[in-house]
């Protein structure tokens, strides 16, 4: 096994700590075995042993992605998702796309739902060698009722589309559990709010009983359940009913508050998709309508999310990366940011949220996220400290090495790539051409 001295670094732990000066990481194979000043090395080892010199340098945990959907290939519309999207084409372009996620300095992430079920194959490729890419668990489709889902009408009233898989009672809800866990599945997601053209924002589509039948025969399968939540009683009732993980938990009230609180249930805001359209938005072309439909929730939810922060509960890191506001390979450090500028975190605290904390996501707590011995050795080592200034984690010109499950990761830009046929949508215009416009 390979043996690796990082020498000399300002060592980030992940616990929240403050760093370590001029201290060593020593990792041998997959695994760091130690963490201090002055390490020695095992006779054994020391001839062929890669000394990395990092005066001056932070050492850290590489970075969790707790909400990434890396098969969706960043569709900037429901449209182009739902009807544009074919298995073979799908699947390439997720294993070139996870190499941008890891080199964005990401070693771990959580793929939470996608498309065709491809997740867990990509999973499994890259645990083979065959894919390069972070440790990665999946879900697979969201189980969603008819009414479900963030796509309007293009959620069929029965089967599979996009990512959805529609379920209509409680047999298929328990059916549709079995073989997902059956197909690798290292997760289940339920959309337990979802938008219908003709009602504003999203409502509340699935029923406390409903939501406690997945549960429990994920539950009693050992796979754990994650809920899209966008709305305070949608919130309360995945608690209430089991959920491990809540997403969003958008617009929280009093009561939903007090049950994640009470029952410590880790939650993922996933803020970035919402702080990038609000912020640069406009220089994507992103319409005033698309912005209006999360407008203020940033605001209302971060405050009620720090006071369940204050109580002990954990805020998971999320990118929600795989979206035309949120490509692969850019957005992946932005959560941190968006925790400490609205929620008031430090870097340090962020930076535990997106490392030790985050880990809880993929189930690996104890596993990954921390420089401390016994720990996999998914290690970031950049220039500057992102313990003062944690945007600079989201600037890969700083990262100088990456090593994930103890292997270095060649950091050099992606290629450019042309697209496939077929992968994007063109219009004819962006409105209709009135007589008014031509003549105006």
Known sequence: MKT?????????????????????????????????????IDPADSASCEKIDATGLTVMPGLIDAHVHVTLGEPRTNDELFMHRDAPTSAILAAYNVRKILKAGVTSMLDVDGIFNIGPALRDS?????VEGPTMRSGSYA?????????????????????????????EMVLAVRRQVKEGADIIKIHVTGSIPTRSGEIQVWTRDELKVVCDTAHDLGVRVTAHCRGDKATLDAVMAGVDIIWHASFLGDAALEAIIDKKVPVGPVFTFLANLSEYGHKAG????????FAGELEHTGAKLREAYDAGVKLLSGSESGFSMTPYGHWHAREMEVFVQHLGLTPLQAITCATKDNAVALDEDGETGCISSGYRADVLILDGDPSKNVSLLGDKSKFRYLYCRGKQVDLSPMPPRSLFRGEQTSSWSDVALTREIALS
């Not at 992103?286 to 439909?293: D, E, F, Q, V, W």
Request: proline letters at 3%.
């Open 4 to 40: 690796v001295l990082i020498a000399g670094g300002n060592v980030i732990d992940g616990t929240g700590s403050a760093p370590q000066t001029n201290t060593d990481v020593l990792i041998k194979g997959d695994r760091i075995i130690g963490v201090g000043k002055n390490l020695s």
């Open 126 to 130: 890259i645990n083979a060698g065959i």
């Open 143 to 171: 189980l969603m009722t008819a009414v479900g889902g963030t796509a309007g009408k293009l959620i069929p009233d029965s089967g599979t589309a996009g990512y959805a898989e529609v379920v209509r009672n409680k047999e």
């Open 286 to 293: 992103a319409t005033s309508t698309a912005k209006s439909i």
